[in-house]
Nanobody, 126 residues
Framework: QVQLVESGGGLAQAGDSLDLACAASGRTSSVYAGAWFRQVPGKEREFLASSSRSGGSTYYADLVKGRSTISRDNAKNTLYLTLNNLKPEDTAVYYC???????????????????WGQGTQVTVSS
């Protein structure tokens, strides 16, 4: 069993940087690729970024490419997301997720995720 817990959400102002963390617990050896998503009410969950098991490969959605960094520290069982130059449109619930499939190098869609965190609210004011 694996649990993911996000932290770092809260209130921010436009132009600030956001640092989120996702801590995994339980059977962490079964966790491979990791990813970050976000969702606003009434909208589909939106892919942001993903990282391979080692962190050696990363992939970013166009909407955050250039102002986002995904990283992980497997010794701490933690996945990170940094989002720079925050905008009010970044307001959403941010989720981390992971795959149990060792053959999947990078997550690109929600259906590839096997476990999700509960989400952390990020609110960006103008």
């Amino acid at each position: 069993q694996v649990q993911l817990v996000e932290s770092g959400g809260g209130l921010a102002q436009a132009g600030d940087s956001l640092d989120l963390a996702c801590a995994a617990s339980g059977r962490t050896s079964s966790v491979y690729a990791g990813a970050w998503f976000r969702q606003v009410p009434g909208k589909e969950r939106e892919f942001l970024a993903s990282s391979s098991r080692s962190g050696g490969s990363t992939y970013y959605a166009d909407l955050v490419k250039g102002r986002s960094t995904i990283s992980r520290d497997n010794a701490k069982n933690t996945l990170y997301l940094t989002l720079n130059n925050l905008k009010p449109e970044d307001t959403a619930v941010y989720y981390c997720a992971a795959s149990f499939d060792g053959r999947l190098i990078l997550i690109k869609t929600a259906y590839e995720c096997d476990v999700w965190g509960q989400g952390t609210q990020v609110t960006v004011s103008s």
